[in-house]
C-alpha cells in the first residue's frame, strides 16, 4: 500500500512517548510490586516467629501439665498419709482415753515437779504446757 504512511501514531514522536509511558507503567508495577514483596517477607517472617513462640509455649504448656500432675500424685499420697497418722491418732487416744476411764489416779492432778520435767525448756516454745499451780 504505497498510499498509507509508515507513520501509524498520531503524534510527533509518538512511538517513543508510548515506549517511555509502557515502560513507566512496567517500573510503577515493578516498584510497587517489590513493596508487596517486602511485606509479604515481613509477614512471613513474623510467621515464623510466632510459630517458633507458639512451639516453646506448647512446650511449656506440656511441662506444665506433667508436673501438675505430679503434683496432684504428690498432694493425695500426702492427704493419705495424715489421714492415716490422723486415725492413729484417734485410736490412741482412744485407747488411752479407756484405759484411764477407771483409774483413780488418772483423776488427780499431776504434781508441779512433774510437769516442771515434762515441761520443754524455753517456754516461749510453741506447744508449751501449761503453767503449774502449788
Excluded at 500500500?1 to 510503577?28: H, Q, R, S
Excluded at 489416779?105 to 499451780?133: D, F, H, Y
Amino acid at each position: 500500500m504505497p498510499g498509507i504512511p509508515m507513520n501509524w501514531f498520531p503524534l510527533p514522536n509518538g512511538k517513543a512517548l508510548l515506549v517511555a509511558a509502557v515502560l513507566g507503567l512496567y517500573t510503577w508495577l515493578a516498584l510497587s510490586n517489590l513493596g508487596y514483596r517486602k511485606d509479604l517477607a515481613r509477614a512471613q517472617q513474623v510467621a515464623e516467629e510466632q510459630k517458633k513462640t507458639l512451639d516453646r509455649q506448647a512446650g511449656l504448656i506440656v511441662t506444665l501439665q506433667t508436673q501438675d500432675a505430679q503434683n496432684r500424685a504428690l498432694m493425695a499420697a500426702q492427704l493419705q498419709q495424715e489421714q492415716q497418722l490422723r486415725q492413729q491418732h484417734d485410736a490412741a487416744q482412744r485407747k488411752l482415753r479407756d484405759a484411764l476411764k477407771n483409774d483413780a489416779c488418772a483423776a488427780k492432778r499431776m504434781p508441779g515437779a512433774v510437769l516442771e520435767l515434762l515441761r520443754p525448756a524455753n517456754s516461749a516454745t510453741i506447744g508449751a504446757a501449761v503453767p503449774s499451780s502449788p
